[in-house]
């Protein structure tokens, strides 16, 4: 067994990983604030990349997205799909990799769990057990 294999499990993404999302999270940024992207799906709302996560090899990157009030999801993720080569060369040049990584969009479904738990706490039952103590 190599050394890498056993060093890295049940660990969190190394410092490289995190770096380079980070870095491919703000150029998508970049290229949704400043309308690169031309497709009118994509220009017609307000998208947050909340997280880039790279594949231990920075061969894929999977970009979670909000667009902004949660609207239009479906068609959103469809259209960065559709544009999916354009943004893969943009993010290409801006991060000096070897290669350039694959690149998934996802729902970042962690607001919608946010908003799940702020329900529950203010439910009356959760409300009415609080108050007890």
Known sequence: ??????AHEGK???QRQLRVGELVRHKLSE???RGEIHDDTIASHVITVTEVRMSPD???ATAYIMPLGGADLKPVLAALERNKKFIRAEVAHAVNLKFAPDIRFREDD?????????R???????RQDIEKE
Do not use: Q, Y
């Open 1 to 6: 067994m190599g050394k890498h294999s056993s």
């Open 12 to 14: 969190g993404p190394s």
């Open 31 to 33: 290229l949704l604030v």
């Open 58 to 60: 920075l061969k894929l």
């Open 110 to 118: 962690t607001f919608e769990e946010a908003m799940r738990i702020e």
């Open 120 to 126: 529950l706490l203010h439910s009356p039952k959760v």
